[in-house]
């Protein structure tokens, strides 16, 4: 296993709870969970295949959506982003499916900061949540952008990947709407 997925499945093993899965925000803190550990085993499917990229990818997504939740006070993770970094080994055959994912992912995180706009009441502490996601999301595109450019393509990929991952689980909060794509979006 890659370090970036032993990262994300030891931050699985302290995610507590706050709220029981039976009332609306203990079961949207189920979900956004499940996302995770979903991407973990996905992360764990590819890298098991030989397929680093999409192995880096699923865990650097997986981590977005559990910063998200753990953000917004769904639950509690002990260390968040400890013992973790974007940057990763991916073999040299590789390299070309490396460069086509982050561009791809570049451009699905610009057109998700494009479709989504605050849900709550611009006078609520979760219309400020929004915002602060968004603002994560677009620091994310900018540092995948910086680093990119200085040829740290996988991390690129990761910084891109992640900050998807926070949008994708602000929608599933129910903190966005969206105005735009959709279909790219766990909804």
Not at 20 to 37: K, N
Not at 38 to 50: C, I, K, N, Q
Not at 134 to 147: F, I, P, T, V, W
Request: negative net charge.
């Amino acid at each position: 296993m890659t370090p970036l997925l032993s990262a994300l499945a030891a931050a699985l093993r302290t995610v507590a709870p706050l709220s029981p899965e039976e009332t609306p925000l203990g079961a949207v803190s189920a979900v956004i969970v499940r996302m995770a550990r979903s991407y973990l085993s996905d992360g764990e499917v590819f890298f098991a295949r030989g397929d680093d990229v999409n192995a880096h990818a699923s865990a650097a997504y997986a981590f977005g959506w559990l910063d998200a939740g753990a953000y917004i006070g769904f639950y509690q993770v002990r260390n968040p982003g400890e013992d973790r970094s974007f940057d990763g080994m991916v073999p040299e055959g590789q390299q070309q499916q490396l460069q086509e994912k982050t561009e791809r992912y570049e451009r699905l995180l610009c057109e998700a900061l494009r479709s989504l706009s605050p849900a709550p009441d611009p006078e609520t502490p979760m219309y400020s949540a929004a915002v602060r996601i968004l603002s994560r999301a677009q620091d994310a595109l900018e540092q995948g952008k910086r680093l990119r450019d200085e040829g740290r393509t996988a991390c690129a990929l990761g910084w891109f990947s992640c900050g998807f991952g926070w949008l994708d689980a602000g929608v599933q909060a129910g903190i966005f709407s969206v105005v735009g794509s959709r279909e790219i979006f766990t909804v």
